[in-house]
């Protein structure tokens, strides 16, 4: 649309008023042609910076033109920037092409919506701060306000901006249930809950797709088939909700821990601030609360179990087979964090009023309380170990290779089971990330290739040797 303010140059002929007149036009509305002119070259996305050089223009025009300060003639300029705006968005969005993303590139077509009406939010805020600030424009201080109602120059651009409001709502809505589609339920009815929510995708997909292959001008607000077909769509999305509502809740109702009833809230995370889903669901978040506490409960007796034992066993408690005696106890102790730690992690996430609650208050200082006994015992296994590992390195090492038995002159390679437990601590530690490994310990580690070398070949040697000693003996028998 080309916005043409030469139809405001009207000059009566011998009139000296209209000589004055068309000065006045020349002064004030070519400026703000020139910008509406650069506006019309602009790409779409760099609009919203121009608003404020044309309304400032406006303004200016209002407090210092004589012709153009009158409510009649400046709404008339006001509306014809409107119609600008409303006819550089049409173009943008393309009126055949605005509705047919929710088949195809839906993020980008939300995109270019949310674009427009923030350049339409931006052009009717910028106006309303023009109003406020009306005085700064007059030098003498007798300023004239914008008293008129604003309606009579946004009434076309207010109903666009609602039509495209009510797209943007139609593709968020198709955004969050277009997930759907990958949701996995698991759980003793995961199957069948499952299959019950791909059966609501697939009429979700069967319902835009009268959007997506309508045949009129979707933001035309003239055109009632768009309404008509919004209000349906708005009835079949609360009987989505109502529907993915009960789902929910039984599939929550199959979780058997805190960390899958997490994860599956997490899973519809994308769905659950729908009000009517909201509704039903919301008495599960207080159901969660009370089940992780019932679970770190648990926890705290794993805990005391393991201390007790330690006490039973004589610093020796049960650890993973075949895992080293310290490493195990690390190994432990982080499995039990693992087992906390993860499910707090999306629970903390979670903005409900119930995580408000005395409750919830007690859940998180149960879980500081058992993630801090959990590091106060890794912590203390640790620091024994590296308080005597470099001692016990540097006294195994000292010794000598070869060992002979006194009464059978038998030899034995003497590579003390000691170093071979701290080999197998740092490599297990190592596996496990731990950083500040005993330079002694790690020194020692480092040098494991070498030492298994050397005791396979000692072995080999000390093997011959005592063999080649029993056939003397025999012999000299």
Not at 310 to 331: R, S
Not at 380 to 385: A, D, F, I, L, Q
Request: proline content about 3%; some cysteine; hydrophobic content about 40%.
């Amino acid at each position: 649309m080309v916005v043409d303010l030469h139809a405001f140059y009207v000059l009566p002929p011998s009139s000296i008023v209209g000589r004055t007149e068309a000065r006045d036009i020349v002064l004030y509305l070519k400026p703000l042609q020139k910008i509406l002119d650069e506006i019309e070259q602009l790409e779409y996305s760099q609009l919203p910076t121009y608003v404020g050089a044309v309304m400032h223009t406006v303004c200016l025009t209002w407090a210092n033109s004589e012709h153009y300060s009158h409510p009649a003639r400046i709404i008339v300029i006001l509306q014809e920037i409107c119609n600008l705006f409303i006819d550089m968005t049409r173009n943008f969005l393309g009126p055949e092409e605005v509705m047919k993303g929710l088949m195809g590139e839906i993020d980008e077509i939300l995109g270019n919506i949310r674009m427009s009406i923030v350049t339409l939010v931006t052009l009717r805020e910028t106006y309303n701060q023009c109003k406020v600030d009306m005085d700064k424009y007059f030098k003498n201080g007798n300023s004239k306000n914008w008293d008129f109602p604003s309606h009579l120059v946004f009434t076309r651009l207010d109903a666009f901006l609602q039509r495209l409001q009510t797209i943007e709502e139609v593709y968020a809505v198709s955004v969050e249930l277009l997930k759907l589609e990958k949701v996995d339920i698991q759980g003793v009815r995961g199957s069948a809950l499952g299959n019950m929510v791909f059966s609501i995708y697939e009429e979700f997909l069967d319902l835009i797709k009268i959007f997506a292959e309508c045949k009129y001008d979707a933001i035309d607000t003239g055109n009632k088939s768009f309404d008509e077909n919004f209000r349906k769509f708005q009835d079949q999305i609360l009987d989505f909700e109502r529907r993915l509502g009960t789902i929910l809740c039984q599939a929550f109702d199959d979780c058997a821990s805190t960390e899958s009833a997490v994860k599956m809230l997490d899973m519809f995370g994308f769905i659950l601030e729908r009000p009517h889903i909201q509704n039903q669901i919301c008495s599960k978040y207080k159901e969660l609360v009370e089940m992780f506490s019932s679970e770190l409960d648990h926890t705290k007796l794993v805990y005391d179990a393991q201390m007790a034992a330690v006490e039973t066993c004589k610093g020796v408690p049960p650890i993973a087979k075949n895992m080293p005696h310290v490493a195990g106890q690390l190994n432990w102790a982080r499995e039990v964090q693992d087992r906390i730690q993860i499910p707090m992690k999306n629970f903390k996430a979670i903005h409900h009023p119930c995580m408000d609650t005395d409750e919830a208050r007690l859940v998180f200082q149960k879980y500081e309380e058992m993630m801090g006994l959990l590091h106060q015992y890794c912590v203390s296994v640790y620091t024994e170990w590296t308080s005597r590992v470099g001692t016990d390195c540097q006294f195994n090492l000292e010794q000598p290779l070869l060992l002979r038995n006194t009464k059978n002159n038998v030899l034995s390679v003497n590579f003390n089971k000691q170093l071979v437990a701290v080999l197998r601590e740092v490599k297990y530690l190592t596996i496990q990330g731990q950083q500040d490994v005993p330079p002694s310990a790690a020194e020692v580690f480092s040098q494991s290739e070498t030492f298994r070398k050397y005791v396979g070949n000692l072995d080999l040697i000390v093997s011959w040797y005592n063999q080649v000693q029993d056939r003397t003996l025999e012999g000299r028998a």
